[in-house]
């Protein structure tokens, strides 16, 4: 099969066969694609947009405001000897632990491009730094799916300790190659003038907020003909028949497969089944992130050279290292709390918050990170010019 794919004659084939049947569905299901396409806009206007933009602004700010260098001198004793890179890249995993998909992976990106750390540096940190947020996962799969705060705090704990994990276990990844020095000559407080920097973050944030949406819809309808036409449950069986000695059925087949591809509808489905295998099925799924997250990760890659196959690893690592510690932490702490079964989609389990209490939400939250990032820098500051004044007397 990779040898077929590996030609570009057979990828344009199966291309083609691809996009025919995409455009056969579209005929033939217009209604489910319209009505999946509905529920698609109604979280892009309720959810994405409020909850993304805030803190695409704040980690544009953060970087082209330099403010990621004082940070870094500050953390440079932390960053270093656990995951080998340079304090500056604390900013991608600060920011991708509060603000979620995929504003950590973003922020990294963008401290590459702005020369704040190195090529492997970036890829190291593109391995871990791409994490849910935590309204994400205490509020929708804690709360709704498994109508248990308690279990979306055990999720979310997994969730960090394996990110972690990973950032440690990718140190290790191009070994030869000598940190980023480029902190040793201090930290310079703005790159770039403020009225510059604010308008470039502003309309940078929304362009990446669209491009979010625009992948959010297309895999909305992805999902939606899939299930209609049978498809997700063809696959569902051929792979419930290849890991049927894991223990794998149908059902839990087509779960895996809705996660692999979107993980808000993947942790939806998870409404029924032994809770420790549910807990364990989510904490994957949000490890790995979905296609779709993916996508929108690529889509902020562009030219920049940087390993598309050492982002998935990371992935793949992160999610199949959050199941394992999930078990491990669902037999340690059992859960006693029911299962909640009133949500059976993502669109329509989170379509209903409402706007202005997402917005305000996310907007709390990123601005409570800028002062935390403010405080922080004033401190650095003024160290450095104690330090100053001391060595010239």
Same mark, same amino acid.
């Given at each position: 099969? $990779?040898?077929?794919? *590996?030609?570009?004659?057979?990828?344009d084939?199966? +291309?083609?066969?691809?996009?025919?049947?995409?455009?056969?569905?579209l005929v033939?299901?217009?209604?489910?694609?319209?009505?999946?396409m509905?529920?698609?806009?109604?979280l892009?206007?309720?959810?994405i947009?409020p909850?993304?933009f805030?803190f695409?602004?704040?980690?544009?700010?953060?970087?082209? @405001?330099?403010?990621?260098r #004082?940070?870094?001198?500050l953390?440079?004793p932390?960053? /270093?000897?656990?995951?080998?890179?340079?304090?500056?890249?604390a900013?991608? =995993?600060? =920011? *991708?632990?509060?603000?979620? #998909?995929?504003?950590?992976?973003?922020?990294?990106?963008?401290?590459?491009?702005?020369g704040?750390?190195?090529?492997?540096?970036?890829?190291?940190?593109?391995?871990?730094c791409?994490n849910?947020?935590?309204?994400?996962?205490l509020?929708?799969?804690?709360?709704g799916?498994?109508?248990s705060?308690?279990?979306?705090?055990?999720?979310?704990?997994? %969730?960090?300790?394996?990110?972690?994990?990973?950032?440690?276990?990718?140190?290790f990844?191009?070994?030869?190659e000598?940190?980023?020095?480029? @902190?040793s000559?201090?930290?310079?407080?703005?790159?770039?003038?403020?009225?510059?920097?604010?308008?470039?973050?502003?309309?940078? /944030?929304?362009?990446?907020?669209?491009?979010?949406? /625009?992948?959010?819809?297309?895999?909305?309808?992805?999902?939606?003909?899939?299930? %209609?036409?049978?498809a997700?449950?063809?696959?569902?069986?051929?792979?419930?028949?290849?890991?049927?000695?894991?223990?794998?059925?149908?059902?839990?087949?087509?779960?895996? @497969?809705?996660?692999l591809?979107?993980v808000?509808?993947?942790?939806?489905?998870?409404?029924?089944?032994? @809770?420790s295998?549910?807990?364990?099925?989510a904490?994957?799924?949000?490890?790995?992130?979905?296609?779709?997250? %993916?996508?929108q990760?690529?889509?902020?890659?562009?030219?920049?050279?940087?390993?598309v196959?050492? #982002?998935?690893?990371?992935?793949?690592? %992160?999610? $199949?290292l959050?199941?394992?510690?999930?078990?491990? =932490?669902?037999?340690?702490?059992?859960?006693?709390s029911? /299962?909640?079964? #009133?949500?059976?989609?993502?669109t329509e389990?989170?379509?209903h918050?409402?706007?202005?209490?997402? +917005?305000?939400?996310?907007?709390?939250?990123?601005? *409570?990170v800028?002062?935390v990032?403010l405080? +922080?820098?004033?401190?650095?500051?003024?160290?450095?010019?104690?330090?100053?004044?001391?060595?010239?007397?």
């Open positions: 099969m $990779g040898k077929i794919l *590996g030609k570009a004659q057979y990828r084939v199966l +291309l083609g066969i691809g996009l025919l049947w995409a455009t056969a569905a033939l299901w217009p209604e489910q694609a319209m009505e999946a509905r529920d698609g806009i109604i892009c206007g309720n959810v947009l909850s993304l805030p695409f602004v704040l980690s544009s700010l953060v970087v082209e @405001l330099g403010m990621s #004082y940070l870094g001198k953390l440079e932390v960053m /270093a000897p656990l995951f080998r890179v340079n304090g500056n890249c900013t991608a =995993l600060a =920011l *991708g632990f509060v603000g979620g #998909y995929p504003v950590g992976a973003r922020t990294a990106i963008q401290i590459y491009e702005n704040q750390c190195s090529h492997t540096e970036a890829e190291r940190m593109l391995a871990f791409n849910s947020g935590p309204a994400f996962i509020g929708m799969v804690g709360a799916v498994f109508g705060g308690v279990a979306g705090l055990l999720l979310y704990l997994t %969730h960090l300790m394996a990110s972690l994990m990973v950032g440690v276990l990718f140190r990844y191009k070994p030869g000598k940190p980023h020095t480029r @902190l000559r201090g930290p310079q407080f703005q790159t770039a003038s403020f009225p510059k920097a604010f308008t470039a973050s502003v309309t940078g /944030a929304l362009q990446s907020t669209l491009n979010i949406c /625009a992948f959010v819809l297309f895999f909305t309808v992805f999902l939606r003909i899939l299930a %209609h036409a049978g997700l449950q063809l696959l569902g069986g051929l792979l419930s028949a290849l890991l049927s000695p894991l223990g794998m059925d149908q059902t839990w087949a087509e779960r895996l @497969l809705t996660g591809v979107e808000s509808s993947g942790v939806s489905s998870l409404t029924d089944g032994t @809770l295998g549910r807990l364990s099925m904490a994957f799924m949000l490890g790995w992130a979905g296609m779709s997250v %993916h996508c990760v690529l889509a902020f890659l562009g030219d920049s050279g940087l390993s196959r050492t #982002y998935v690893a990371g992935k793949l690592l %992160h999610g $199949g959050s199941a394992l510690l999930a078990n491990v =932490l669902f037999r340690i702490t059992p859960l006693s029911p /299962a909640s079964v #009133y949500l059976a989609e993502q389990a989170i379509a918050l409402d706007f202005h209490q997402a +917005l305000t939400l996310s907007a709390v939250a990123s601005w *409570g800028w002062l990032f405080a +922080l820098t004033v401190w650095v500051v003024q160290k450095n010019s104690g330090k100053g004044r001391r060595s010239v007397v």
